[in-house]
């Protein structure tokens, strides 16, 4: 069966987080305002309605759970970090509540860190991935928008990441366009939230 998606919280404050599942197995989605994020929950879901887009970077500003079926864990997209035509008042409130909801998510299993395939490595990128590390918390990475760079760009790109983050394995390759990667995605969501029990799910689009 394809997974699929289903909204079921949006968290603007800190204080909201009191009603979130945040006990319940889920995989974070975090990334730069412009990475594609929500692009990326699209091609998951199979919609391109469900997470909202805008060719103006920063339209996250909640954190939002969905459900996803039928493993039954959550990915929970986080607000873009880095965007700086809002307010510095906006951007610390987006760090708190982020920081606040990493801070009490019991049942965060790790967190898919979107990085720009097209871009040499980004400072607050390097800063999330070490702040990560020094937390405990599993990162997994994935080079978005990988249809617009040339193989030998993608493949220099995953080599600088696997340095950075001192892991065997490269960073995952995915498209939001094409669908390129979409079931090594999903192969690698479904194994960090749930393990040995990860169901083998019908992820046949393209890849």
């Known amino acids: 069966?394809?997974?699929?998606?289903e909204l079921i919280a949006t968290i603007y404050t800190p204080e909201q987080l009191a009603?979130?599942?945040l006990d319940a197995p889920q995989i974070a989605l975090a990334g730069r305002s412009n990475v594609g994020k929500s692009s990326l929950v699209n091609r998951l879901a199979g919609s391109k309605k469900l997470a909202?887009?805008?060719?103006?970077?920063?339209?996250?500003?909640?954190?939002?759970?969905?459900?996803?079926?039928?493993a039954g864990y959550h990915l929970v997209?986080?607000?873009g970090y880095g965007y700086a035509r809002i307010s510095k008042a906006e951007r610390a409130k987006w760090g708190e509540l982020i920081e606040a909801y990493l801070r009490k998510a019991s049942g965060l299993r790790a967190v898919a860190v979107l990085l720009?395939?097209?871009?040499?490595?980004?400072h607050l990128d390097i800063d999330m991935v070490s702040w990560l590390r020094q937390a405990g918390t599993p990162a997994l990475a994935?080079?978005?928008?990988?249809?617009k760079c040339t193989?030998?760009?993608l493949s220099r790109r995953q080599a600088q990441w696997r340095d950075l983050m001192r892991t065997p394995a490269p960073p995952l390759l995915f498209s939001?366009?094409?669908?390129?990667?979409?079931a090594g995605l999903w192969h690698a969501l479904d194994k960090a939230a749930l393990g040995n029990a990860a169901p083998s799910s019908d992820t046949s689009a393209q890849d």
Request: aromatic share 4%; no cysteine.
């Open 77 to 79: 997209d986080l607000p």
């Open 116 to 122: 720009d395939s097209r871009l040499d490595p980004q």
């Open 176 to 182: 939001s366009a094409t669908g390129k990667g979409l």
């Open 1 to 5: 069966m394809q997974p699929s998606l």
């Open 151 to 153: 193989q030998r760009d």
């Open 19 to 21: 009603t979130a599942p």
């Open 142 to 147: 994935v080079l978005t928008k990988a249809d």
């Open 52 to 70: 909202k887009t805008s060719s103006t970077p920063g339209k996250t500003r909640s954190i939002n759970f969905y459900r996803v079926h039928p």
